[in-house]
């Protein structure tokens, strides 16, 4: 059975950091593009962050030279550090992992970025 398990979101002040995790198992995680993705109330869920299976990363404009994703095929784990946070990045996060037609989603896990 496919699961992906986030963790590390939680309340931070603007300007603060947090970094995410995303651990997999039931897949042979190295196959697998990842990405982060977030939702935040009343709004649909978007694209933040997006890393290859060969580690090549890209991001939406708002996080640019904030957030950075990266990923350990060792621990099966996809990280999103997250600089500078703003209170316009409170969402749920979640992360996805896509190969061929084959994806699975986690359950996310809140940011809130508040003082």
């Known amino acids: 059975q496919v699961q992906l398990v986030e963790s590390g979101g939680g309340l931070v002040q603007p300007g603060g950091s947090l970094r995410l995790s995303c651990t997999a198992s039931?897949?042979?995680?190295?196959?697998?593009?990842m990405a982060w993705y977030r939702q935040a109330p009343g709004k649909q869920r978007n694209l933040v962050a997006f890393?290859?299976?060969?580690?090549?990363?890209n991001y939406t404009d708002s996080v640019k030279d904030r957030f950075t994703i990266s990923r350990d095929n060792a621990k099966s784990t996809v990280y999103l550090q997250m600089n500078s946070l703003k209170p316009e990045d409170t969402a749920v996060y979640s992360c996805?992992?896509?190969?061929?037609?084959?994806?699975?989603w986690g359950r996310g896990t809140q940011v809130t970025v508040s003082s």
């Open positions: 996805r992992s896509v190969y061929g037609s084959s994806q699975y």
């Open positions: 039931g897949l042979l995680f190295r196959f697998y593009n």
């Open positions: 890393i290859s299976n060969s580690g090549a990363a």
